[in-house]
């Protein structure tokens, strides 16, 4: 009998404690998925921020750039509002200084700007909508005709605020931008003042090329009619080059002419070896 009540109390000390190890094993289970859950929450919170990455283009001196502002939209408390002013301490902004995309206004937003001399003043707004990831603007600068090749000059992104539909305040992430001085290209023969656009004498000149149907070289330039081919052919003379300014061949001029911003850049692998718009476009 005492042996039984002994084994049966025995019995008893071991379910409780193994009641008691099963609620210590289930609480210390709770504690690690609980520190689990908080560390993943604070790391989806490091990766879901809103970021703000103005890029690099590569352009030489004297030339217009075309810089995107690319933005990534965080998971939770998307700002619907943004507002930022963009410096660079050695580039001058040319008017409007920034320019919307497409994609902005067709996602319901617009973009408002104030240029200054090195700085600009962005704000992107419209409906309580968040704004999406995408590239939001190009800012527009102009570079220094004294700017040397290998220099590196910093666009930096200041002042970033951003509010969510309720007005809430959201953090934004940025990253700077910068414009790499390249060697200065060979411009386009129908650029004769060598400002990186090709204004209207210049293109009235290559039209009188192209109506003469044939041109040849005259003073370190070109001159309409039949003579001296021991120079460089013309730009506009490339499909085919055979001393004459076809229609299609015109027609490129003009697009270059007609160019966003009224110029044009260099582009490896283009059918000339340029294209319209300025350097990152
Ligand atoms: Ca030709």
């Not at 009540?5 to 609980?34: E, M, P, Y």
């Not at 102009?142 to 930096?156: C, D, K, L, Y």
């Not at 060598?194 to 330039?221: F, Q, R, T």
Request: proline share 7%.
């Amino acid at each position: 009998m005492k042996r039984n009540t002994t084994t049966r109390q025995c019995h008893a000390d071991k379910g409780f404690d193994r009641r008691r190890s099963r609620q210590w094993t289930f609480a210390h289970l709770v504690n690690t998925l609980s520190i689990v859950v908080a560390l993943y929450a604070l790391s989806t919170a490091a990766f879901a921020q809103a970021t703000l990455d103005i890029a690099q283009v590569s352009a030489p001196a004297g030339a217009i750039v075309f810089l995107p502002l690319y933005y990534a939209a965080p998971d939770e408390v998307a700002p619907a509002t943004l507002v930022m002013q963009v410096s660079s301490p050695a580039l001058a902004f040319e008017k409007p200084g920034a320019l919307a995309t497409p994609f902005l206004a067709e996602n319901g937003k617009m973009l408002d700007c104030e240029p200054g001399n090195y700085s600009v003043s962005l704000a992107i707004f419209g409906g309580a909508n968040p704004i999406p990831t995408g590239t939001l603007c190009h800012l527009l600068l102009r570079v220094s005709p004294e700017a040397q090749p290998g220099n590196t000059f910093p666009i930096h992104s200041e002042a970033v605020h951003g509010a969510d539909s309720a007005a809430a305040y959201t953090t934004v992430q940025t990253h700077s931008g910068a414009v790499l001085i390249m060697d200065a290209p060979r411009k386009h023969s129908a650029d004769t003042s060598e400002d990186w656009s090709i204004s209207l004498p210049e293109l009235i000149h290559v039209i009188d090329l192209y109506k003469a149907n044939e041109y040849h070289c005259e003073d370190s330039d070109y001159a309409p009619g039949v003579g001296d081919r021991s120079c460089a052919p013309h730009d506009a003379d490339y499909s085919p080059q055979d001393w004459r300014v076809n229609l299609s061949e015109l027609l490129r001029v003009i697009q270059m002419h007609n160019a966003p911003y009224g110029v044009y850049h260099v582009k490896q692998g283009s059918e000339d070896g340029f294209a319209p718009g300025p350097f990152g476009y």
